[in-house]
């Protein structure tokens, strides 16, 4: 047969061929389409957008960046249920983990009556512990709630500080709310007193972490006034107050301003506090100075919801009785009064000249008490020299009492009230008679005059009368001699300046002439228990330089010991060895060698440690050395007196001994 008969059957395989070929392209894309549109379908639908499908033939390619291992194996597992897992590439990525935002560690402390509750998120297990161990040991007895979560990545900077500053507070404060965070910490606590919230305040801001913010809100609440007592008297000196108390802003400007309309001068205060025994109390004041003034003098005395009114000896009885009708009809419901008119005062010459008896108390500034008059029985006599003496001090007290059975009714409790009235004052005097008590003297208490009014107008009751003669002055107050910091550091090292502490040669066995120093600074420290200070130890440049550092370090530390012998608080002191790297004088000679043997005291100022602690040296925390340091002087070699609570610390030897450090 010839080619030409085979070419058509040629062309038709060949056409066959290529429709084939064409069909099984087509065939292929179609269905490697729809294995890529059912894989990316499947992975929406199953909340895996971030996944990117590809198909390379009967291949399908998953790519994209998961947020974690177990997202991609479900992503993988996922397309799996579509097409068969042979065909799947897995290109996918996962989050590197440390490129993940750390979590933010807070933790919420709340402290009252009812226990300790913590919540928030730590880092690490083992830290967990640790602070429920800490919190547990500032609760006591009292229940700690643990509602912390933890995590495991590290904590920030200044997460460490931040959480020892917050346990610092939580001991200090009963009743608070700490928010610790390591780049914020938050505190509101409610304190006893406004002397309490300022300490606090102090202490606080203080010892707070540098380079942290702190918002610290404390606040005192009022008072509790028992009895609610107020006192207004016009006499011969005036018209004032011995006693002042209400609710509010407004009430205490309505019963001054009735005090200047009746004559009140110069500055004078009411006292807010909790315990006002009716909403009308301002009313019955106003009402009751009204009328005061209108007798043209005496004195009115309230004592919770009891009244007592006093007229001026001679003021004619029927304008007494209207005066004190008129108030009566104004007084508020829950109020009762008792208004007395005295006697006049018997003419000189008269039966009555030989006087009522008398009981007197006197009181000196050094303290000795001197007990005169009469008194029922023997009995009562020793109950109330007893009384005395716990109130004053068992040598300080020496009684005169003598006996009378004719006593007025209800004399040994006045004789009590009396004492307990004296004992507020720093010196003075109480003269009681029937029907009324005098006491003045100087107090160093703002608060002395009213607590004395409130004592007496308590224990004396409705018919008696008193005056109160007290004198604040501030040289008395303790609270007005309270040094600052600075003045902490700068008293001590006066004294060091005076007569060093000197230690036996090269040891840390403090001398016996350093005893005058130790009991001076010991004085000093009992007035500066809340400030911190760093009591340096410092030596001459013989022997080796880590011999002194160690020699230097255990000297320091004989130093706190030695003012905790003492009965001084040490917990705000620091022990800190130098060693010979900051000398003060030359070490070439004797003099400069026994400058530069010393101690110094040096105030540690908010966050100073932290920023040490991290490398940077008492200059860099803001207090040079020459701030607070004493310089040893001759008189340190010259002292007579002194000694020494044992060491427990070994006593490292300097390798030189012809000089000693």
């Not at 909790?274 to 009751?288: E, T």
């Not at 004190?324 to 010459?349: I, M, N, T």
Request: aromatic share 4%.
């Amino acid at each position: 047969m010839r080619p030409a008969q085979f070419m058509p059957a040629i062309v038709a395989l060949v056409l066959a061929g290529l429709l084939a070929l064409l069909g099984a392209l087509i065939a292929a894309d179609a269905i490697e389409e729809r294995s890529r549109a059912d894989v990316a379908r499947i992975l929406e639908l199953n909340g895996h957008d971030w996944a990117e499908v590809t198909a390379d033939g009967l291949q399908v390619v998953l790519s994209g960046t998961a947020p974690d291992e177990a997202t991609r194996f479900d992503a993988l597992k996922a397309a799996g249920t579509v097409i068969d897992t042979a065909r799947i590439i897995d290109r996918m990525d996962v989050t590197d983990p440390d490129a993940l935002e750390p979590p933010r560690y807070s933790i919420e402390i709340l402290r009252n009556d009812a226990g300790i509750s913590l919540v928030g998120l730590v880092p690490g297990a083992e830290r967990r512990a640790e602070l429920l161990e800490a919190v547990r040991a500032v609760a006591e007895d009292a229940p700690v709630t643990d509602l912390l979560n933890v995590a495991a990545a590290p904590p920030p900077e200044g997460w460490g500080p931040a959480l020892a500053y917050g346990l610092e507070a939580l001991s200090l404060l009963p009743r608070a709310k700490i928010s610790i965070a390591a780049d914020a910490i938050a505190i509101k606590a409610i304190s006893d007193s406004p002397e309490e919230r300022q300490r606090l305040q102090t202490l606080l801001r203080r010892r707070a972490p540098a380079g942290i913010p702190l918002h610290l809100e404390i606040s005192a609440p009022r008072p509790v006034i028992s009895p609610y007592t107020l006192r207004f008297i016009i006499d011969g000196n005036g018209a004032r107050f011995d006693a002042c108390s209400t609710f509010t802003a407004e009430g205490r400007r309505r019963i001054l301003a009735a005090a200047r309309a009746a004559g009140l001068r110069g500055a004078a205060d009411c006292t807010i506090g909790l315990g006002m025994p009716s909403p009308a109390w301002d009313d019955a004041v106003v009402s009751a100075i009204a009328r005061l003034a209108e007798l043209g003098g005496g004195s009115v005395t309230f004592s919770d919801a009891d009244m007592t009114l006093i007229a001026p000896p001679g003021t004619a009885q029927g304008y007494f009785d209207r005066v004190v009708g008129d108030l009566k009809a104004e007084l508020p419901e829950a109020f009762s009064l008792h208004a007395l008119l005295p006697a006049p005062p018997a003419p000189e010459g008269s039966d009555k000249a030989a006087g009522p008896p008398e009981f007197t108390a006197t009181l000196s500034p050094e303290g000795d008490v001197r007990l005169h008059g009469p008194i029922p029985d023997a009995r009562i006599r020793t109950a109330t020299e007893s009384f005395a003496r716990a109130r004053f001090g068992s040598k300080a007290v020496r009684s005169a009492l003598r006996i009378d059975e004719g006593l007025p009714h209800g004399w040994t409790p006045r004789v009590l009230a009396a004492l307990e009235a004296l004992a507020r004052l720093n010196s003075g005097s109480v003269v009681m008679q029937p029907g009324i008590v005098r006491i003045r003297g100087r107090t160093g208490d703002p608060d002395a005059r009213a607590e004395i009014a409130r004592i007496l107008s308590e224990k004396l009751g409705d018919s008696e009368d008193f005056r109160i003669s007290v004198t604040y002055e501030e040289r008395l107050d303790p609270q007005k001699d309270i040094p600052t910091p600075e003045e902490c550091v700068a008293r001590i090292n006066r004294i060091l300046e005076v007569q060093q502490i000197t230690f036996a040669p090269g040891s840390a066995e403090i001398d016996e002439v350093a005893r005058a120093s130790l009991d001076n600074i010991a004085e000093v420290m009992k007035q500066c228990l809340d400030v911190p200070m760093e009591v340096g130890g410092h030596t001459d440049s013989q022997g080796r330089e880590e011999m002194n550092l160690a020699l230097s370090q255990a000297r320091a530390e004989a130093v706190i010991n030695a003012l905790l012998a003492r009965r001084v608080l040490t917990s705000g002191l620091t022990a800190k060895g130098y060693g010979e790297t900051r000398p003060i004088a030359d070490n070439s000679t004797e003099e400069g060698r026994t400058a530069n043997r010393r101690i110094e005291f040096r105030l540690i100022e908010a966050g100073q440690e932290t920023r040490e602690a991290a490398g940077a040296g008492p200059e860099a925390a803001g207090t040079p050395d020459s701030a607070a340091t004493s310089t040893a002087t001759e008189a340190e070699r010259t002292a007579t007196d002194g000694t020494e609570a044992p060491h427990p610390h070994p006593q490292p030897q300097p390798e030189n001994h012809d000089e000693q450090n």
